[in-house]
C-alpha cells in the first residue's frame, strides 16, 4: 500500500454558536480517511457537508476540537511542512492593489526562492493558467474565473508534492473548468497528491482515483467512483431488435421501442429467463449491460438518506 | 526574517496604494496656509505658531492612520480572506502580525518624515533661516513616532480578537485614558478610600503612558530635550510595544478564521 500524504484520525471539528456561544454545532464528526501519495482524491458533499472546514482543519486556518491529522508524516501543528503543499481556498480573494505577477512574487518569498527563480517560476505558472497577457493589470480588474487561476497558480508556484484545492472549478465557464482538469490531469502524471473537493461530480468521476462522500459532517463512504457505483448496481439492461408483432412476449410491456429496437431492464436474476424468451420469440441481441448509478445518483441517494435520518431524529426528538 | 520583511514589504506597498499617503497633501496645503497667515499677523509667535501647529497635525494625522489601519491591518485580510493563501504557505501567525506591525509602522514614518520637511519647509519661510535649536523638533517628532508604533500594537491587539469597530473604539479609548497615565497616579480624591486609589495606580502603570512622548511645550519654546528622557521613552515603547504583540501573537495563533 502506498503511504500515505494525508491522513487524519477521528478528525472533529465543533462550532460555537448562540448567545455566549453557548450552544454548538457538530460540523466535522470523526473523520478519519486516508489519501495515498501520487492519487487524486475527490472529496464530495453538498453544501455545508464539511468539505472546506475538512481542507481548513488541514491548512490548520482552524483548530480541531478532537482528532488528529498528518500530512508527508508530519503533524499538520508542523509549520515547515507547509513548504511541500499547495492550498487554493474556496472563492479565492488575493490583494487586489497588486497585479498577477505581484501577487504570485510575494507568495513565493515565503518559500525562499531567489529572484531569479521566482521569475522563472511565475512565468511558468501564469503560461499553465492562461494568465500571461493578463500578468500586469491589477487583480481588482479580475473576473471571477481569473482569481481562480491566480489561486491556482499560487497553489503549483513551489512544486508541492501535495496540492488541496477548495472547490477548484468553481465560477469558471467550461472551459475554464476544461482547462483546470488538463491542470489536475498534468499534476497527477508528474505524481503529485491531489485532494480537491467539488459539487461537480461529473469531474470527480473523470479524475478521481478515489472519492469520498461527506454528508452532515460525517464520511458516508469512500472509493473508486466505479467500485461505489457496483455497490448501488440497479439490474441488467438488455437491447435488442424484433420484427413483426409479438403479443406473447410479456418483456414488450415494460421495453421501450425506438423503430425495431428496444430496451428492457430486468432484474439480474432473471436475465437468463428474459434472454431465452427473446431467443424463443426470434429477437436479436444486441447488447447486455449492467444498470449502474452515476456517481449523482449514489450522491443523491446517500444526501437523501442523511435527510430522513436527520427528520427521523427530529420527530422521536419533539 | 524573511518572512516577516516580506509581509512588511507587502503592508507598506499596500497603504502606497491604497493612497494613505495622500494626507501629505492636506498637510502640506494646512502648513502653507499657516505660513502664509502667520506672515501676515506676525507678533513674534510666528515660530511658535508653526512648530505647535505643525506637530500637532503630526501626530493627529499619525494618530488617525494609526488607529484605522492598525486595526485593519488583520481584521480586513480575515475579511477578504486574503489571509487564507498566505497562511497556507511555511508563515507563522506571529511573524505575519509582526511583519503587518513593521509594514505600517514604516509607512508611519515615512509618512512623518514627509510631514517634517513640510514642517521645516513652512519654518523656514517664515524665518527664511534655521536655528541649532529647531533640531529639537526632530526630537518631538521622533517621540510622535514611539508614541504611534504604540498606538498600532495596540490596534493590532484589539483586532486579534474583536470586531474591527470594537477594536477601533478600544484603541481610541485606551490612547484618551494613555494621556492622564501620570495624572492618575498622582490623583488625591477627597473622599477617596485606599484601596480605590491602589486600583487607580496599578490602571495607571498598566495602561500606556503616552505623556511620555509628549515634548511638544518644550520644544515650542526652543528648550531642549534631555537624551535621558528620549532614551527612557524609547525603552519603554520597546517593552510595551513587545508585550502587547506578544499578547497578540498568543491570541491570534489560537484563533480560528471564519
Redo the contacts between chains.
Keep these: 500500500m502506498p503511504q500515505a500524504a494525508i491522513e487524519t484520525e477521528n478528525l472533529s471539528k465543533d462550532y460555537s454558536y448562540g448567545f455566549l456561544n453557548l450552544k454548538t454545532r457538530k460540523s466535522l464528526e470523526n473523520l478519519t480517511m486516508r489519501v495515498a501519495e501520487g492519487e487524486v482524491f475527490g472529496f464530495l458533499g453538498p453544501n455545508g457537508a464539511g468539505k472546506s472546514t475538512t481542507i ?1 482543519l488541514l ?5 480541531p476540537t478532537a482528532g488528529t491529522a498528518r500530512i508527508l508524516g508530519k503533524t499538520i501543528d508542523d ?5 511541500s ?5 474556496e ?5 487586489d ?2 497585479t498577477a505577477y505581484e501577487v504570485l512574487d ?2 513565493a ?4 526562492l531567489t529572484a531569479a527563480d521566482r521569475h522563472l517560476r511565475i512565468h511558468a505558472m501564469l503560461k499553465k493558467v492562461g494568465l500571461e497577457t493578463a500578468q500586469k493589470i491589477q487583480l481588482r480588474k479580475y473576473s471571477k474565473g481569473m482569481l481562480q487561476r491566480v ?1 491556482l497558480a ?2 503549483i508556484l513551489h512544486d508541492p508534492q501535495v496540492i488541496v484545492l477548495d472547490e477548484p472549478m468553481s465560477g469558471l465557464d467550461p472551459l475554464g473548468r476544461r482547462e483546470v482538469r488538463d491542470i489536475i490531469l498534468d499534476l497527477k502524471r508528474e505524481g503529485r497528491t491531489i485532494m480537491f473537493s467539488t459539487h461537480v461530480l461529473s469531474d470527480a468521476e473523470t479524475l478521481c482515483d478515489r472519492v469520498g462522500i461527506l454528508v452532515g459532517g460525517k464520511l458516508r463512504g469512500t472509493g473508486a467512483p466505479g467500485e461505489l457505483m457496483d455497490i448501488q448496481a440497479q439490474g441488467m439492461e438488455i437491447q435488442f431488435a424484433l420484427t413483426g408483432p409479438n403479443e406473447n412476449l410479456a418483456l414488450l410491456a415494460k421495453a421501450t421501442r425506438a423503430g425495431d429496437n428496444y430496451r428492457v431492464q430486468v432484474a439480474e436474476a432473471e436475465l437468463y429467463k428474459a434472454l431465452e424468451d427473446l431467443h424463443a420469440a426470434g429477437a436479436r441481441i444486441h447488447a447486455v449491460a449492467q444498470i449502474k448509478p452515476t456517481l449523482e445518483e449514489y450522491f443523491m441517494h446517500l444526501v437523501a438518506a442523511d435527510r430522513a435520518q436527520a427528520s427521523a431524529v427530529e420527530v422521536s426528538g419533539r | 526574517m ?2 516577516i520583511r ?1 509581509v512588511a514589504a ?1 503592508t507598506f ?2 497603504a502606497v ?2 493612497r494613505v499617503l495622500y494626507n501629505l497633501v492636506f498637510f502640506a496645503l494646512l502648513m502653507m496656509g499657516a505660513a502664509i497667515l502667520v506672515g501676515q499677523i506676525s507678533i513674534d509667535i510666528e515660530q511658535d505658531v508653526i512648530i505647535s501647529l505643525g506637530l500637532s497635525a503630526i501626530s493627529l494625522i499619525g494618530i488617525l492612520i494609526a488607529v484605522f489601519l492598525g486595526v485593519a491591518l488583520v481584521s480586513k485580510e480575515m475579511d ?13 501567525r506571529w511573524e505575519f502580525l509582526l511583519g503587518k506591525f513593521f509594514g505600517l509602522v514604516l509607512t508611519l514614518a515615512v509618512n512623518t518624515a514627509a510631514m517634517a520637511l513640510g514642517l521645516y519647509a513652512a519654518l523656514l519661510t517664515v524665518k527664511h533661516s534655521l536655528e541649532k535649536s529647531d533640531a529639537y523638533i526632530l526630537v518631538a517628532i521622533y517621540l510622535i513616532l514611539l508614541k504611534l508604533a504604540v498606538i498600532v500594537a495596540l490596534a493590532l491587539l484589539f483586532s486579534c480578537f474583536t470586531t474591527p469597530f470594537l477594536a477601533i473604539l478600544f484603541t481610541a479609548g485606551l490612547y484618551g485614558a494613555g494621556l492622564f497615565a501620570s495624572d492618575l497616579r498622582t490623583v488625591r480624591g477627597v473622599n477617596m478610600d485606599p484601596s480605590s486609589l491602589r486600583v487607580m495606580r496599578g490602571v495607571s502603570y498598566v495602561i500606556p503612558n503616552f505623556q511620555n512622548f509628549d515634548v511638544m511645550g518644550a520644544v515650542v519654546h526652543g528648550h531642549g530635550v534631555p537624551g535621558s528622557f528620549v532614551a527612557q521613552a524609547t525603552l519603554y515603547a520597546a517593552l510595551y510595544i513587545a508585550i502587547v504583540l506578544l499578547a497578540a501573537a498568543v491570541i491570534f495563533s ?1 484563533r ?2 471564519k
Design positions: 481548513k491548512m490548520r486556518l482552524i483548530f509549520v515547515s511542512m507547509h513548504a503543499i499547495g492550498y487554493l481556498p472563492q479565492p480573494y488575493f490583494y492593489y497588486l510575494y507568495f518569498r515565503f518559500h525562499g489561486g499560487q497553489a | 524573511r518572512n516580506a507587502n506597498r499596500e496604494r491604497d477578504k480572506r486574503t489571509l487564507y493563501a498566505l497562511l497556507a504557505k511555511p508563515v507563522k489560537r480560528n478564521l
